[in-house]
């Protein structure tokens, strides 16, 4: 007896790790986002360009986690001429290679001023908030030199505009902050505890690491971390820095330096104070107190003190534009990637919530960026200055979700023309092309016609707003029936019998053919339906 052949295994359907499907609301609300923020870079004179999602690995070069293994920590294969190409890691070093390509032509004006949005892959553990592929929407600023007026007021005009595009986003003021600091700075304070020169960049590595995790951990838990190490809650131990005593005590001393000097004793105490009693302190005054107590305390380092002067050229930028309060000079701003060359700035929520299991939560930094004048010159042989500011869209869509700020109710569906008569087809998709040349969404029912409460079922979990019904009789007299299902479905709600019959009457209305579209469009205006 022949064996029977064997039943084909079914394929289980399954989400790699890391990913996430997405459906109408949430996609909706993206493009709400994504819209708001196009506007106000716009509004700054900033242009789209798009690059693709894949480079060449090298292209990426040492802004990899590991040069010597291309799949770490982005997903890479080989092309047919054995060239490593990788998913974007960001959407900044497909710039850099955009415009080195174009540079001294004049396919590029410079300063070059643009935007780019769209998704970037990591090939990295996944965790809470932590995808393989999300969204980010960048700005940058490429041919504006640091250190002067120019390349300072590219610096500040990113912050103001990360400012306000948190305020066209829905965030109030008082409620986010824009932090900025200077990498010079924080490299100045590095060499001045010891630490310069490349044999220390894996102290220095851990010691930044250190202080990026200060909001988290507080003063004690960051102490821990750049002594001999820290232990978790879990009983996992971390190991740290180890630095002595002395070298702690003087990154404390960096790190703490805003908090210090808004301390009532050191009032008037920095050079160039500007002493004016009828108005709040603003962020010029706090800058050059930073700036002056620094000096003293960092005194042996150039890059330091190069920092700070930076440093102080944007406060008084910002505050000159009126963003007081909202844009803030904090020396514990860490940003980790190596080609940040000046100042670096980072976006922080200041609202808590909680999660869906009521545990509190602080959303912290959103978005990010700095300066980078090296990143362009790898392609050049050539110092590039460059400024940039990147918004992590699908982080800070999860953040404005959860505060309530974002609408993410399934929009209205299209509206349905059922089939009464399946030997009428072409008079009910006659009707559907009517509605859709008035920019009305409509669909023909597609399903099986034999039953009219399955259409009807079906329009309601599409989310129509209204039903098109016509049959036999209707037909004959050039009419159609309405049915309005955001009225019907309130009926339930109306306990009074003339309210009900009145409301009955409206949720069901018959009307000339010809007047089909108008009455559509009545029932649309009465339920503030749109489509974005």
Known sequence: MADKPKKPQKLKARLPRGLEDRGPAAINATRQMVEKIREVYELYGFEPVETPTMEYTDALGKFLPDQDRPNEGVFSFQDDDEQWISLRYDLTAPLA????????????????????????????????????????????????????????AADAEMCMMAADTM?????????????????????????????????????????????????????????????KGRKDESGDFTKGAELEESQISKIETFVNARNAVQQPAFAHSAPGFIDDPDRKENEYNVALKIQGWLSVNFQD???????????????????????ENRIIIDPSVVRGLEYYTGPVYEVELLLDTKDEKGRPVRFGSVGGGGRYDGLVS????????????????????????????????????????????????????????????????????????????????????????????????????????????????????????????????????????????????KILARHAVTWV
């Open 378 to 521: 790898r392609f050049r042989g050539e110092v590039v200055p460059a400024t940039g500011f990147s918004i992590g869209v699908s982080r800070l869509q999860a953040a404005l979700t959860m505060l309530g700020k974002l609408d993410t109710r399934p929009e209205s569906g299209p509206v349905v023309v059922t089939v009464f008569d399946r030997d009428r087809v072409a008079d009910y998709q006659k009707m559907v092309a009517a509605l859709r040349a008035d920019k009305i969404r409509a669909e023909l029912y597609l399903g099986n016609p034999k039953n009219m409460g399955n259409q009807l079922k079906y329009a309601d979990r599409r989310n129509a707003p209204c039903v098109i019904i016509q049959g036999s009789d209707e037909k004959a007299k050039g009419k159609v029936q309405i049915k309005d299902l955001v009225l019907g479905a309130g009926l339930t709600d109306t306990s009074d019998r003339d309210e009900y019959l009145k409301k009955q009457a409206e949720a069901q209305t018959e009307v000339d053919e010809s007047e089909l579209v108008a009455a559509v469009r």
């Open 301 to 323: 380092s150039k890059l330091a003190i190069e920092g700070l002067n930076e440093l102080s050229q944007i406060a008084r930028l910002v505050d000159s534009g009126g963003y």
């Open 97 to 152: 290679r955009y415009v080195a390509e174009r540079y001294g032509t004049e396919n590029l004006v410079l300063p070059y001023r643009s935007y780019r949005f769209g998704y970037v892959y990591r090939n990295e553990k996944p965790g809470p908030g932590r995808f393989r592929q999300f969204m980010q929407f960048d700005a940058d600023t490429i041919g504006t030199a640091s250190g002067g007026q120019s390349g300072a």
């Open 167 to 227: 305020e066209a986003l829905g965030i109030p003021r008082g409620s986010y902050v824009v932090k900025v600091n200077n990498r010079k700075v924080l490299d100045g304070v590095m060499e001045s505890i010891g630490l310069g020169g490349d044999e220390n960049a894996g102290r220095r590595l851990t010691v930044l690491r250190a202080i990026d995790k200060l909001d988290r951990l507080g003063q004690q838990g960051v102490r821990e971390l750049l002594g």
